[in-house]
Structures are given as C-alpha cells and as structure tokens.
C-alpha cells in the first residue's frame, strides 16, 4: 500500500512539473521588473518566469514573453502575475470620427447648469460661508 500511495505522489509530482507554464523573456524595452521576495529586480533578456512570478512594467516599457510556440506582449504600465496579463485582453480600441452637435436645435435644452463653483460663490454672496 505504501508503494501505491508513494507512486501516485511521484506521478503528482512529475505531472506538475510538465504542467507547469514557464515563460521566457525575448524582448523588453524599458524599465521592467518582477517582485520576489518583497523587493523588485530587473527583467533582462533570456530571464525565465513562473506563471505566478509578478512583472511590473513602466510608462513607456513593454515586454515580450515567449511559452513554447506562443508569444505575448505585455504593453506599458501593467502590473500582476504572468498568467494574468498573457491571458488578459489588452484592451479595446475605439477609433472614430467626432462631429459637431448641433445645440440650437429646439429638441435641445438652452438652460445653463449651475456648477458647484457657483454655487458656493451665491451661497458666499448670500453671507452663509464665513470667509476665512
């Protein structure tokens, strides 16, 4: 019995390993770190990455991570573990053209909308704010 017990916990092992996603750097770009232990070191080409290993990159930075066949960008000022942000969407784009609303139109309102600025200017006038 203890073979059998001792065998599934090596196969559990072993399976872990090959399972295991590990993440090679092939380009980065600016300031690019990853946390250990409390304190953050630079990321250099060639370096390898857990999945769970958290990565910083800067205003400005990108990384590019290779996983077998795959290839992933990580783009600027992103923060989180490896999985994460190889798995994230990054983001939407909207592109378009603005046009000139037509605000004389009758369907429209032409009351002005009193901001919290003039507001607290009446309510100054009005002597209910003490000026200090």
Do not use: W
């Not at 857990?50 to 795959?70: R, W, Y």
């Amino acid at each position: 019995m203890k073979k059998i017990v001792f065998l599934f916990v090596m196969i559990c092992a072993l399976a872990a390993g090959v399972f295991a996603q590990t993440y090679t750097v092939q380009n980065v770009n600016g300031r690019v770190q990853q946390e250990k232990g409390g304190s953050r070191t630079e990321l250099k080409t060639g370096d390898t990455l857990g999945a769970e290993t958290i990565i910083h990159t800067g205003v400005g930075a990108s990384l590019v991570l290779k996983d077998g066949d795959k290839t992933f960008t990580v783009t600027a000022a992103r923060s989180g573990k490896v999985a994460e942000l190889t798995a994230a969407n990054p983001g939407v784009r909207i592109s378009g053209n603005i046009a000139k609303t037509d605000t004389g139109a009758v369907s429209r309102t032409t009351a002005q909308a009193s901001t919290a600025s003039a507001r607290a200017s009446e309510a100054a006038q009005d002597g209910d704010i003490a000026a200090e």
